[in-house]
T-cell receptor
Framework: SQTIHQWPATLVQPVGSPLSLECTVE??????LYWYRQAAGRGLQLLFY??????ISSEVPQNLSASRPQDRQFILSSKKLLLSDSGFYLC????????????FGPGTRLTVL | SQQGEEDPQALSIQEGENATMNCSYK?????LQWYRQNSGRGLVHLIL?????REKHSGRLRVTLDTSKKSSSLLITASRAADTASYFC????????????FGKGTRLSVIA
């Protein structure tokens, strides 16, 4: 069976510090991978998605970036965090071809102070 | 951009009652999906209905899709306190690897 891992579960970082959130998927090959952000009590905002190694599509211009160094690894980064980067970050995977069921990780709660 | 819009934004009912949530969207879709999110957790897929289907059931869940009105509804029958969560609709497009588009969600509270 497939599983998706995200870490850390919670993170408190000062403004201006760097960020690295990691997501890994097990039990499947060539998945589509997604990063979402969710503000408190709000809907999901798609940040990045990837259909293959090194292929990243950005949905929202901001100070975040994503990388996919391996088939089942997706990393969200920032060089300098802003207060507005606080939120709940969710990683998800779906089967190649898109448009079908997505499977979500447990999320990372990021607080920027 | 968000395509699905859930209605109502929040819903509070008594245990045992039925809960109905609606979703409207704007463009043609391949499928529509409903997800559930418990507070502070990831989303869990509940049910997928394809554009050529009108109704689908899964346990206490019933989903309808009206492509002429570009709308869908999720009915949870005989609700339980454990159904308390946020519910999101997501539309799946026709083209290639284009991602799902999620709505803003309905917060359901079931009071015991």
């Amino acid at each position: 069976s497939q599983t998706i891992h995200q870490w850390p579960a919670t993170l408190v970082q000062p403004v201006g510090s760097p960020l690295s959130l990691e997501c890994t998927v097990e039990g499947t090959s060539n998945p589509n991978l997604y990063w979402y952000r969710q503000a408190a009590g709000r809907g999901l905002q798609l940040l990045f998605y990837s259909v293959g190694i090194g292929q990243i599509s950005s949905e929202v211009p901001q100070n975040l970036s994503a990388s996919r160094p391996q088939d089942r690894q997706f990393i969200l980064s920032s060089k300098k965090l802003l207060l507005s980067d606080s939120g709940f970050y969710l990683c998800a995977w779906g089967r190649r071809g898109g448009g079908d069921t997505q499977y979500f990780g447990p999320g990372t709660r990021l607080t920027v102070l | 951009s968000q395509q699905g819009e859930e209605d109502p934004q929040a819903l509070s009912i008594q245990e045992g009652e039925n809960a109905t949530m609606n979703c409207s969207y704007k463009t043609s879709i391949n499928n529509l999906q409903w997800y559930r999110q418990n507070s502070g957790r990831g989303l869990v897929h509940l049910i997928l209905i394809r554009s050529n289907e009108r109704e689908k059931h899964s346990g206490r869940l019933r989903v309808t899709l009206d492509t002429s009105k570009k709308s869908s509804s999720l009915l949870i029958t005989a609700s339980r306190a454990a159904d308390t969560a946020s519910y999101f609709c997501a539309t799946g497009p026709y083209s290639g690897n284009t991602p799902l588009v999620f709505g803003k969600g309905t917060r359901l509270s079931v009071i015991a």
